[in-house]
């Protein structure tokens, strides 16, 4: 499995542009996450969806951010308009169903957001 | 609260020496604490994890240990290398369902030859 993959890898914007980040997850598995690492705050979770379904949104942290995924292999996030404080890496991860024993979450590249 | 704290922030040893790890969580209920590695530039990527219903686990030069009753676990590392040079983080599972991971603060690990 080519694991979880996101694009693009670097994106260099100027704030006020829409910013739109991609990932598809491992095949089969059942969760996707967004996370958002920064010095300052570390890694922090945006949201997750189970099966495609969004289950808990409350680390998006203002109404800029969106995020949706129309199927089990594809979701985004979108950041409009964007703003230099949201200059971070953005991590894509999936997971399957159980945890335990080597069965966690696993993420992609990350996508490195400098916005200008 | 619902957080994972880590310490220490930064840590350098020598070569050969033993490094250690600790993390402490706030809920009780959290069942699975992986561990995590990050070099620089590149995704965190798992490197031991445990379950609630054991003490500790090895694998090769690393281990960790679970205190249930104090909510703290540990990462141990032996016989460091340079290449063990990276930023290490803990997690444990959130109260939310348990389907996903809070994540400690990390700790860079700077191995010196």
């Known amino acids: 499995d080519a694991g979880v993959i996101q694009s693009p890898r670097h994106e260099v914007t100027e704030m006020g542009q829409e910013v739109t980040l991609r990932c598809k997850p491992i095949s089969g598995h059942d969760y996707l996450f967004w996370y958002r690492q920064t010095m300052m705050r570390g890694l922090e979770l945006l949201i997750y969806f189970n099966n495609n379904v969004p289950i808990d949104d409350s680390g998006m942290p203002e109404d800029r951010f969106s995020a949706k995924m129309p199927n089990a292999s594809f979701s985004t996030l979108k950041i409009q308009p964007s703003e230099p404080r949201d200059s971070a890496v953005y991590f894509c991860?999936?997971?399957?169903?159980?945890f335990g024993s080597g069965n966690t979450i696993y993420f992609g590249e990350g996508s490195w957001l400098t916005v200008v | 609260g619902e957080n994972v704290e880590q310490h220490p922030s930064t840590l350098s040893v020598q070569e050969g020496d033993s490094a250690v790890i600790k993390c402490t969580y706030s809920?009780?209920?959290?069942?699975?604490f992986p561990w995590y590695k990050q070099e620089l530039g590149k995704r965190p990527q798992l490197i031991i994890d445990?379950?609630?219903?054991?003490g500790e686990k090895k694998d090769q030069r690393i281990a960790v240990t679970l205190n249930k009753t104090a909510k703290h676990f540990s990462l141990h590392i032996t016989e460091t290398q340079p290449e063990d040079s990276a930023v290490y983080f803990c997690?444990?599972?959130?109260?939310?369902?348990?389907?996903?991971?809070?994540f400690g603060k990390g700790t860079m690990l700077l191995v010196s030859p």
């Open positions: 997690a444990a599972t959130l109260p939310k369902g348990y389907s996903t991971l809070t």
């Open positions: 809920d009780s209920a959290s069942n699975y």
């Open positions: 991860a999936s997971r399957n169903r159980v």
């Open positions: 445990i379950r609630s219903n054991v």
